[in-house]
């Protein structure tokens, strides 16, 4: 949002605020118009869409562990919510959606990396909650001409990402305990691996999915390009804070995969785009963000090994 305001567009901002927060809009206040209420609601939905050309729909309950806790919440927010904001923007004549899909999708299939031609094999009530919305996405298109895009995000990071939430992704949560010199818990063995994005990439790729005309159809990976296990990347976070503590481990989490690596082809030769900012950077980034905050000293330089 920062950014499109930042370049000069009109934008409207949609939440419920259920899991964002308001200190994220801060630095753009009053240069946005914000509906808050939730994707469900029809007329809010429709009262927001009203003039918009594009619509960068980030909205869901984004975890695998809530999700095999409360599958029919997750699908009715994900799936029923995606469906409705499809209709609304039909009905608005919205010229492009862009939706924010999963590299969970892909399940657990020991191929690497993640192809988008890959037959999808979603593990959790989330995979398949996004792959039903990549299903919406591609119906309305040969149904009614509506332009769509499904960017398949690969494990998101970056600065304002909460470590409060129970549902909280690992880079904020590692990050917070290596300020905090506090041992974190390694759901599994540690050995698992995934591809971190940062979110200015993600931003990038939003952008050039919106302006690139006659895209094929067909979802669209977007990922860091670097594959790092879960240990390591809290190894990395701990030598920039400080710490010497050694991460604690407790079971695997169900719906949880193996492995992860974004193949970025598609994106380079269709979008344009490939991700700018190194694992270390990003991480960085991230820490020096939740220093203050936390009282924390700042973080050193992080340096692969």
């Given amino acids: ?36 209420a939730d994707l469900r609601d029809a007329r ?32 009715d927010v994900n799936v029923r919510g995606t469906l409705g904001l499809l209709v609304q923007a039909r009905d608005a004549g919205v010229r ?12 657990d299939t020991p191929t690497l990396p993640k192809v988008e031609s890959m037959a999808p094999s979603p593990r959790s009530p989330y995979a398949a909650s996004k792959l039903a919305g990549e299903a919406f996405l591609a119906a309305f298109e040969a149904a009614y001409g509506m332009e769509t895009v499904a960017l ?32 974190p818990t390694i759901h599994g063995d540690g050995g698992q691996t995934r591809d971190f994005t940062y979110v200015g990439d993600v931003v990038e790729a939003n952008l050039c999915a919106a302006r690139t005309p006659d895209l094929p159809p067909g979802p669209v990976n977007v990922g860091g390009g670097q594959q790092v296990t879960i240990r390591e990347l809290y190894e990395r976070l701990a030598r920039a804070a400080g710490s010497d503590l050694a991460p604690a481990y407790g079971p695997a989490r169900a719906g949880d995969v193996r492995d992860s690596l974004a193949d970025l082809e598609r994106a380079r030769r269709h979008l344009g785009w490939t991700p700018g900012t190194g694992l270390d950077e990003g991480l960085a980034r991230v820490l020096a963000a939740l220093a203050p905050v936390r009282g924390a000293p700042a973080p050193k330089e992080i340096r692969s090994r």
């Fill in 44 to 75: 809010a939905v429709a009262r927001a869409l009203r003039g918009c050309e594009v619509v960068f729909h980030q909205a869901a309950l984004a975890s695998v562990q809530r999700s095999v806790e409360q599958p029919e919440l997750v699908h």
């Fill in 1 to 36: 949002m920062d950014r499109l305001v930042a370049d000069g567009h009109a934008v409207v901002v949609l939440d419920d605020f259920s899991t964002g927060s308001r200190e994220n809009l801060r630095e753009s206040a009053g240069a946005f118009e914000l509906v808050e």
């Fill in 152 to 183: 398949r995000y690969f494990n998101v990071y970056g600065p304002r990402q909460s470590p409060r939430s129970l549902y909280a992704a690992v880079v904020p949560i590692f990050a917070q305990a290596a300020l905090e010199r506090r041992a």
């Fill in 96 to 107: 492009r959606l862009v939706f924010a899909s999963s590299s969970s999708v892909y399940g």
